[in-house]
């Protein structure tokens, strides 16, 4: 398995700013992602980090609101913009190695972001 | 598409009681099936996995058999301990995503 690290840890924004989340992986990997697990909830998928390209979001979210940046395979970036009180939650993000053919991922520690 | 249901509301239970948590899916194709745990401020980690019919995933005391004629998953424990307090979510994937249950909040009482 792959250690993830995020950064921040926790984060207290205020309304209509921006937040850019940090993830580093000690080892490159195929694949990047990017969930955010809304409080007493379960965890929804935002997109897919391509390497090299634009990333793949799914239904309901949009790039200018979360752009992604994944500049190597050990490293990926999410931004949350505009924030409102909505977007209070926790980001995690995971990995899949190359062994595991995209069907096993190992997960971040998660970035909490409270937003006021 | 994929979906996950879990078994609805939190379970509270005594120490060294049996922990039953159901999780059955809908899907096309053949997935891989998963359990997750989350603890108390922490991150997700994998608990165990399934990858074909009749698998059985096993870790740290918990068990779960991939059961393609009831769409099932169910995780069972055989006697739960104060540590094993926790959210746990049964996920799927059939491709490169993952779809989460809802999870299920364990609470071990001493």
């Known amino acids: 398995s792959a250690v993830i690290s995020q950064k921040p840890s926790r984060d207290i924004c205020q309304r209509g700013t921006s937040l850019t989340i940090q993830c580093q992986v000690d080892s490159q990997v195929t694949m990047m992602f990017w969930y955010r697990q809304q409080p007493g909830q379960s965890l929804t998928l935002i997109a897919t980090?391509?390497?090299?390209?634009?990333?793949?979001?799914e239904s309901g979210f949009v790039i200018d609101k979360f752009p992604i940046s994944r500049p190597n395979l050990t490293f990926s970036t999410l931004t949350v913009s505009n924030m409102s009180p909505e977007d209070s939650s926790i980001y995690l993000c995971?990995?899949?190695?190359?062994?595991?053919?995209?069907?096993?991922?190992?997960f971040g520690p998660g970035t909490r972001l409270t937003v006021t | 598409g994929d979906s996950v249901t879990q078994m609805e509301g939190p379970v509270t239970l005594s120490e060294e009681a049996f922990l039953t948590i159901n999780c059955t899916y809908t899907?096309?194709?053949?997935?891989?099936l998963f359990w997750y745990v989350q603890y108390p401020g922490e991150g997700l980690q994998l608990l165990l996995k399934a990858t074909k019919a009749d698998d059985k995933g096993s870790n740290k005391g918990f068990e779960a058999t991939y059961r393609k004629e009831t769409t099932s998953f169910h995780l069972e424990k055989g006697s739960v301990q104060v540590s094993d307090s926790a959210v746990y979510f049964c996920?799927?994937?059939?491709?490169?995503?993952?779809?989460f249950g809802k999870g299920n909040q364990v609470v071990v009482i001493p």
């Open positions: 996920a799927l994937s059939a491709s490169h995503r993952l779809a």
């Open positions: 980090a391509n390497q090299g390209s634009e990333a793949t979001y």
């Open positions: 995971s990995v899949a190695t190359r062994d595991s053919l995209f069907y096993e991922q190992y």
């Open positions: 899907a096309t194709g053949y997935p891989s």
